[in-house]
């Protein structure tokens, strides 16, 4: 027996009353779990969806750049000290940071440069599963994509310079290579390269496991990109590690509206229950003046009947909290289910969350307790005398 | 013991400024029992929540053993009703979602710290001694009224309270149930409890040691 009897045997005095209060609020939160789970399915469905529209981090050798000028004259920038980056190592060591879960795909480039007949051309070594991974937009508008390695993919402003058709049979570095289709404009560099199986090409210009420089595409919505951007940094010391921030931030920018939707409609359902909590509290404080009347005829506080009022508002939040976040949890597999929208990807239960809430709605409804609370409290004891 | 000098306590009517109690002044001693009588509205009630502290005079001295009780903070007057004062009602006032135990312990239950076991054991033994140790775990809407009554009697032994404040402690119950508590009430006075009582039935007034006669806020003798 301690002051928290009170509430409590009052909560049970009234069990309709209580019970009432405690559904609403527990639908309340319950909705508010359920949607923040939802969204963070969905956020992550949606990133990985996204993220197949591209690479979000290069990866390329660090390089010393000149600016040359002579006489008054600028001619242009030289770059010098090229490196390459070793492909097996570069790609293990990407694949061994703290956050690899959040790495989506790996997909590294050799880049050199070639003449068919008069006319210079980019040749770009890829890996086709990988490269496709991060390029699901790419359409092969004659032909197929390469299915062997002497099979090549030429861009299609690259096809119209050199006059290529899918079936033509191209000689690259002394070896023959069949067109095996013809990329629909991108609108990027693709189109005015030619692509080819980045083993093939390593072969061919005798630079085994040498890259020009490997595109990241990683997944940023359970952590900032900074930190993907600083582990790979620090397991490859000598390369320069760039996050593309448009990417990113477009990316980030459907993820974010989707949690911020979530975030808003939570808030309208949060601050409704809070309102309730507080006019219940409120019509309470009313009907228990006399109560307050006897504890302060028995010595009671102004902080002690404060209090009672606060413990009371923060038991049945904790319990609603509770019970929200068990009912939202459950509620969070039926909606994704409903909506079709998880793509694999499922909530997560954790104890320490359910503690959490529990106490963040149990702080809630105590906050909206403290006006009803000090109401409660300031009540004269003369006043409260008279409902005697 | 309890004394109160030129206390005047007035209250706001409709905007106008009512005087309920004029420069009154009573002296208590130690383990006396006194009765307040005097017509309704008289002013007797004001003066019995003047002196047990539940309202604060307007002016006037109030003095308990040795202190002014009019310069006391709130937060020392609260301690004074926990302990020394214990203020019984006509309509018993227990809380009714609380045991007949919990209402006796009720004072003890003020702070998030257990009560303790010694003063479990007190309640029970005071609710012995009105005759209720059977009753302890029953809620209050359970008794009768002269029941519920010995609950808040029982509730003022446990504290050891050194003065009862009783307002009308037998108005609300039947003849014999009245004479039953009016015994228990000269009982404790008897072992030394002081007793100030304001009631309007001379017979029960007559058992007080004392009588103090209030008309129109003012006392007559």
Same mark, same amino acid.
């Given at each position: ?23 609403? @609020? ?6 508010? &779990? ?11 469905? !949606? ?26 004259? +600028?001619?242009?920038?030289?770059? @010098? ?40 051309? #980019?040749? &770009?070594?890829? +890996? =086709? ?8 937009? =790419? ?37 023959? @290579? ?5 990329? @629909? ?30 595109? &990241? ?38 993820? +974010? ?95 320490? +969350?359910? !503690?959490?809430?529990? #106490?963040?709605?149990? !702080? ?9 609370? =000090? ?14 | ?115 303790? *076991? ?16 059977? *009753? ?22 446990? *504290? ?62």
């Amino acid at each position: 027996m301690n002051l928290f009897t009170i509430p409590l045997r009052n909560i049970r005095r009234r069990p309709s009353k209580t019970l009432l209060l405690l559904l609403v @609020f527990s639908l309340g939160v319950m909705s508010i &779990v359920a949607l923040y789970q939802v969204s963070l399915v969905v956020g992550y469905s !949606l990133e990985k969806k996204l993220t197949t529209f591209g690479a979000n981090i290069v990866i390329s050798p660090a390089t010393e750049k000149l600016s040359v000028s002579y006489g008054g004259f +600028h001619l242009g920038d030289m770059v @010098f000290d090229v490196q390459e980056l070793p492909e097996g190592k570069t790609s293990q060591a990407i694949r061994s940071i703290k956050l690899q879960d959040r790495i989506a795909a790996v997909a590294p480039k050799l880049v050199s440069m070639t003449k068919i007949g008069d006319t210079s051309i #980019a040749l &770009v070594g890829v +890996h =086709w599963p990988e490269e496709r991974g991060i390029k699901s937009y =790419w359409a092969a508008a004659n032909g197929r994509f390469p299915e062997k390695p002497d099979e090549i993919l030429v861009g299609s402003q690259a096809a119209s310079k050199l006059g290529m058709q899918v079936g033509d049979v191209v000689s690259i570095y002394g070896k023959n @290579f069949s067109v095996s289709g013809i990329l @629909f404009k991108t609108g990027s560099d693709d189109d005015s390269v030619i692509l080819v199986e980045l083993g093939v090409l390593q072969t061919l210009l005798n630079r085994p496991d040498a890259t020009s420089f490997i595109e &990241v595409a990683a997944l940023c919505a359970g952590c900032p990109i900074e930190d993907i951007v600083d582990q790979i940094s620090m397991k490859l010391p000598n390369t320069e590690v760039k996050a593309l921030q448009n990417v990113i931030n477009q990316r980030m920018a459907s993820v +974010h509206f989707v949690q911020k939707l979530a975030l808003s409609v939570s808030l309208v359902i949060l601050v409704t229950a809070a309102a309730m909590i507080g006019l219940s509290m409120l019509s309470a404080v009313n009907e228990r003046k006399k109560d307050i009347g006897i504890l302060r005829s028995l010595g009671y506080g102004k902080s002690q009947v404060f209090m009672i009022f606060c413990l009371e508002a923060g038991f049945i939040g904790a319990l609603a909290g509770f019970i929200g976040y068990v009912g939202g949890f459950g509620a969070s597999f039926k909606a994704l289910e409903y909506l079709a929208l998880s793509e694999g990807a499922v909530p997560v239960f954790a104890v320490a +969350h359910l !503690l959490l809430a529990s #106490a963040v709605f149990a !702080l809630i409804t105590i906050v909206a307790a403290v006006y009803p609370a =000090w109401k409660g409290a300031s009540v004269d004891p003369t006043t409260a005398l008279v409902a005697l | 013991m309890l004394s109160a000098y030129n206390i005047t306590k007035n209250y706001q009517t409709n905007g106008r400024v009512v005087p309920v109690l004029k420069e009154v002044s009573v002296n208590i001693s130690e383990g006396e029992f006194v009765s307040i009588v005097g017509r309704s509205g008289s002013g007797k009630t004001t003066l019995l929540n003047v002196l047990s502290t539940l309202v604060r005079p307007d002016s006037g001295e109030l003095k308990y053993r040795d202190d002014n009780l009019a310069l006391f903070p709130e937060k020392r007057l609260n301690r004074l009703r926990q302990s020394d004062f214990a203020v019984i009602f006509q309509f018993h006032h227990l809380l009714p979602y609380l045991s007949v135990l919990e209402n006796t312990l009720l004072p003890f239950m003020s702070s998030l710290r257990p009560v303790s *076991k010694q003063r479990v054991q007190q309640a029970r033994a005071g609710l012995e001694r009105v005759g209720l140790a059977d *009753k302890a775990d029953r809620l209050p809407g359970n008794l009768s009224g002269g029941e519920q009554q010995r609950v808040a009697i029982a509730r003022a032994l446990v *504290k050891s309270s050194r003065v009862l404040f009783a307002d009308e402690p037998t108005g609300s119950l039947d003849k014999e149930t009245g004479k039953q508590i009016m015994g228990l009430l000269m009982e404790l006075h008897q072992e030394g409890l002081t007793v100030v009582m304001v009631t309007h039935e001379p017979g029960y007034a007559s058992l007080a040691e004392r009588t103090i006669a209030i008309e129109d806020g003012t006392i007559v003798h």
